[in-house]
């Protein structure tokens, strides 16, 4: 088993690492930036279906449903197709509307999650054209599915989801990038600079990683807090609730995460001197509210642990601690802004004393009710 953690303590800090070459796979054959070209085959075997998709469905679990999110704010932007988001075990058990020109997204690190696999089953009784994002070659969800492409970040051990995460996020761009491109919803100059971007980001990934020393520090003064709160916007909002979840899987630490503008109809109540907020605020679209609402928090005497754009000085003002994560368009910001949460929840969960890669109660993939 040593071996096979290729000198990490743990599985889970090995495929953190892993996450540079994990995205590089997701991209091989299929990202050609030179001719311009995003080809992922099952997509260019059912162009027509994404194209004239009246709404995507996108049904999930657990962190791939929050790679869905992601997916609902990139599909909604790049290729205008408004797009819902589902607990595949609310889905499976709530006689859902779908219509003939609905494309379902079925998103599963395993392939194996018993709700989601009954979900789509479902939706295949109701007519709709389903494609599975699986990482798990030959898994059931994959092989019950229409069509799909995989991820192809390779085995992931550790029950907490890191690696599949960013590669699933990764497809799903690359997804949104083809159809935008093939329906005209996006500028051609903006498409190609995607394609730039998207291939520097897993250097970009790897700049990211720089941040565990910093990180670890971090980790080392909140590992007992009882409670922390995850904030984000826009594309990042789901990046808070992974944050979250990650820290709540592993650390044993509850841990809520909101879209920061939400603050004010609720958490707020809940901040003082003792509550540590971890704000992911980089140099994006409404920067300017994120720093209110990190006044916000300061002023209350939270504790502000923010994820920033390197060179930021705004927040680095405000914060108690800043990370740093390398500069890249706002779609694609959430693949950078993850890295630290997940090394910070790692790094708690170690000094905690917690079983990282099988943490209590928990599988890594859940195939009963
Ligand atoms: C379990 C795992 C999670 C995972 C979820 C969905 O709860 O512990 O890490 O996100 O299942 O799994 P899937 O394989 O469908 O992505």
Request: proline share 4%; hydrophobic share 40%; charged share 25%.
């Amino acid at each position: 088993e040593q071996i096979e953690k290729g000198g990490f303590d743990h599985f889970m800090l090995k495929e953190i690492y892993e996450q540079p070459n994990a995205i590089k796979d997701t991209f091989r054959g299929r990202l050609r930036v030179a001719e311009g070209i995003v080809k992922i085959s099952g997509v260019e075997d059912n162009l027509q279906k994404f194209m004239n998709a009246d709404r995507i469905l996108i049904i999930a679990c657990g962190t791939s449903w929050h790679a869905g999110l992601v997916a609902e704010y990139i599909f909604e932007e790049f290729a205008r197709i408004p797009v819902e988001v589902e607990y595949a075990s609310e889905f499976r058990y709530r006689n859902p509307v779908i219509r003939p020109n609905d494309v379902v997204i079925a998103i599963s690190q395993s392939g194996e999650t018993a709700d989601t696999l009954a979900a789509i089953k479902l939706a295949k009784e109701s007519g709709a054209f389903v494609f599975g994002v699986c990482n798990v070659v030959g898994s059931s969800i994959s092989r019950e599915t229409h069509s799909g492409a995989y991820t192809h970040a390779g085995p992931e051990i550790g029950v907490a989801s890191t690696k599949a995460f960013t590669t699933q996020i990764t497809l799903l761009t690359l997804m949104a990038l083809r159809i935008a491109r093939a329906k005209g919803t996006m500028a051609r100059a903006d498409y190609y600079r995607y394609l730039q971007e998207l291939e520097l980001v897993p250097d970009l990934v790897a700049e990211a990683l720089k941040s565990n020393d910093n990180v670890q520090a971090i980790a080392a003064i909140y590992k007992d807090a009882p409670n922390c709160i995850y904030l984000g916007r826009g594309y990042n909002y789901p990046v808070a609730l992974e944050g979250a979840l990650k820290l709540k899987e592993i650390s044993y630490i509850h841990a809520e995460g909101y879209p920061a503008a939400e603050m004010k109809h609720g958490p707020i109540a809940l901040i003082d001197e003792r509550m540590p907020v971890v704000v992911i605020a980089p140099k994006q679209e409404h920067y300017d509210k994120i720093v209110s609402n990190i006044q916000e928090i300061k002023a209350r005497s939270g504790k502000i642990i923010a994820v920033v754009t390197k060179g930021d000085t705004q927040v680095k003002a405000l914060a108690d601690h800043v990370i740093e994560i390398p500069e890249t368009s706002d779609a694609l910001s959430p693949l950078l802004a993850t890295i630290p949460l997940q090394l910070l929840s790692y790094h708690i969960a170690v000094m905690r004393n917690c079983n990282v890669d099988q943490p209590r109660n928990l599988a890594k993939s859940v195939t009963v009710e």
